[in-house]
């Protein structure tokens, strides 16, 4: 059985910015399958409190695909990040590109 042939489930897959929710979404086609949630911080801070994904949906790397949207578009935008959530925690300390723009909760700002 070929290891390349593409998971069903990525078919439709569309990740996007909610700011009147205050969370960035991960879509398959107009349902949402998860979210990062944050919070405003001091300045430009977006301060990451929550990560989740739908269950049925797990193993196949959407967090990681919607956690890296979400941190690319701070980034692009000037931001600031503070990873509060366990998730975006563990994904700053994997991904360097991130190091310059994030601030440690708790940390200076």
């Known amino acids: 059985m070929p290891t390349d042939t593409p998971d069903p489930r990525l078919a439709d897959i569309a990740v996007s910015h909610n700011p009147q929710r205050n969370r960035y979404e991960i879509h398959d086609g107009d349902t949402i399958i998860g979210h990062t949630d944050y919070r405003a911080g001091e300045g430009t801070q977006r301060v990451f409190v929550h990560t989740e994904v739908d269950e049925n949906y797990g193993g196949v790397g959407l967090a990681g695909r919607l ?20 998730y975006v925690a563990k994904y700053v300390t994997k991904h360097h590109d991130y190091d310059n723009i994030v601030d440690r909760p708790g940390g200076p700002a």
């Open 67 to 86: 956690v890296k949207f979400a941190l690319d578009d701070v980034a692009a935008h000037g931001g600031r990040i503070v990873p509060v959530c366990p």
